[in-house]
């Protein structure tokens, strides 16, 4: 079920479930009964209900749902944006089996009419427009949405782009929507997933085996995709067996950043931590530093030699290293290591005036995954040209998920695209949306907590993907449990709560 489909696959969903002998009837009259019954769960029947009905599906969906609301006792009237005889296919067929008056808002839905409802249920549009709402559907939008009223929309909020959640110009504000088979991108994806409310998936019938066929690369960021890939020691493991990640550091007035992504990555299960340390810090890590360890690093004394250990296996650098020189040299020095790199925020930085190099030098990195960790201000200084790519590309998604993809297609790392509906992106064309990031995660020192977890996660030997995903989700998940007044030191510690509650399940 964390499948999502793009709004081509959902229709190709459609298509093949109609091709294997189930009508398209069939479907419609599943889908508006499970809008009535979600409907009818959470509100009264004594419900007042206005159903909006668009020239589409979803119209024919809502005309459905109408019919089955008004049979349970609600006071049901239908506004249209269309004449009904104007409707083709199913949505005319579930139009004729409406018995009640349909209200003509082509010329828009009078203020007055408003008041007279409890509920507004919304099937203008939903994922199929593709296109900004305008003209008297704009202004319906709009006229809804300062009425406070609450609001179920039918597949996708009208206004919202079902494959990149981007609103252009208005959209409905909805309470709840219902959605079918699978979500979509928009489902999860920011403003998107702001304006849908509690989404409730429902089955209408489309059977499962139509994704074998469509292959979709793109799914929800959920514990079970990547926890059975997190081993659990046994018996036989030591320290070095569980693995060993190094975590590079800054000068001395930038410490804590290290410190916090070590302490995440020792939390998530490396077995052996080391902190790589400029000559002029090590006084400052030595007086926090207990279960992690110390090496000194200089010039007589670099990254590289320090990286010539073969149990190290995972290194993170760039959280408070400075952009300069040496983090420059340091980040080429890693890529020639046999370990796996995540490169965070100043790491990023340095090349921005030359991805190319840091990008060629990802190319030759031959003995283990490279993760990038850009929030939305990196990733663009990085990536100056990703819009052009994806708009030269015909078969290209747009929004967040396309620039991730085209991205990680372009430096040959796998994508950790940060945000409140974070991307995860590979080279390959793999997708996971994170959907559990609470906003308390908006504090200092939260992104060196994720990159500690995915340095820890890959030292561990999990993909680079499995990583990614595995960090992306333990990182929401302590955010969420800790909740207000949350500091970025709080993360780590929860970890084995979390890791309990898991086993105990």
């Known amino acids: 079920m964390t499948s ?59 005309y459905v749902a109408a019919r089955l609301l008004d049979a349970t006792g609600c006071q049901v009237r239908v506004a249209s944006l269309v004449k009904t005889d104007q409707l083709t296919g199913d949505a005319a067929t579930m139009a004729m089996r409406w018995l009640g008056e349909v209200v003509d808002i082509s010329s828009g839905l009078h203020a007055g009419l408003i008041p007279e409802f409890d509920l507004i249920v919304d099937c203008m549009f939903g994922a ?21 009223l609450p609001v179920v929309a039918v597949d996708l909020p009208s206004g919202i782009n079902g494959d990149t959640g981007a609103i ?18 928009g489902h999860l994806l920011l403003p998107g ?147 796996a790199i995540i490169l965070d925020a100043d790491a990023l930085t340095v090349f921005e005036d030359d991805p190319e190099t840091l990008f060629e030098a990802i190319a030759t990195h031959k003995f283990g995954p490279v993760i990038m960790t850009p929030h939305e201000g990196e990733f663009r200084r990085l990536f100056k040209g990703i819009d052009t790519v994806i708009e030269s590309s015909a078969e290209a998604m747009g929004g967040k998920v396309g620039a991730a993809l085209a991205a990680a297609s372009a430096s040959g790392a796998t ?10 992106a590979t080279p390959g064309g793999q997708v996971a949306i994170n959907a559990n990031a609470p906003p308390w995660l908006a504090t200092a020192g939260s992104g060196d907590v994720l990159a500690g977890f995915v340095a820890g996660m890959l030292a561990q030997g999990m993909s680079a993907f499995d990583a990614a995903c595995g960090a992306c989700w333990i990182h929401g998940e302590a955010g969420t449990r800790i909740g207000r007044g949350l500091i970025a030191e709080d993360l780590s510690e929860i970890v084995p709560h979390i890791f309990r509650d898991i086993d105990q399940d």
């Open 4 to 62: 999502l489909l793009t709004i081509a696959q959902m229709y190709r969903a459609d298509g093949l479930a109609v091709a294997s002998g189930i009508s398209g009837e069939t479907l419609m009259e599943a889908a508006g009964t499970a809008v009535a019954d979600e409907i009818s769960t959470r509100w009264n029947s004594e419900k007042r209900v206005l159903v909006l009905c668009g020239p589409g599906n979803n119209g024919g969906d809502g």
């Open 128 to 148: 199929g427009l593709t296109r900004g709402l305008e003209g008297v559907a704009a202004e319906i939008v709009e006229q809804i949405n300062k009425s406070g």
């Open 168 to 185: 252009a110009g208005v959209a409905f504000k909805a309470n709840l929507t219902v959605t079918f088979f699978r979500k979509k991108p």
């Open 193 to 339: 997933r702001d304006h849908c409310g509690e989404v409730k998936v429902v089955d209408i019938g489309i059977p499962s085996t139509v994704l074998n066929e469509i292959q979709p690369n793109i799914r929800e960021n959920a514990m079970e995709n990547w926890w059975p890939r997190l081993k659990a020691p046994d018996a036989g493991d030591h320290k070095y067996t569980r693995g060993h990640a190094v975590v590079v550091s800054g000068g001395m007035m930038s410490t804590g950043a290290a410190r916090l992504g070590a302490r995440a990555a020792l939390r998530i299960g490396a077995g052996v931590v080391t902190i790589a340390s400029p000559p002029s810090a090590l006084a400052v890590h030595a007086a926090h530093l207990t279960a992690i360890m110390l090496r000194r690093m200089d010039e007589e004394a670099t990254l590289a030699d320090i990286l010539a250990d073969q149990r190290i296996n995972a290194v993170l650098i760039g959280p408070g290293n400075g952009i300069g020189p040496a983090t420059r040299a340091n980040v080429l020095r890693a890529l020639k290591s046999n370990a």
């Open 415 to 424: 994508l950790i695209y940060k945000g409140a509906d974070t991307v995860v």
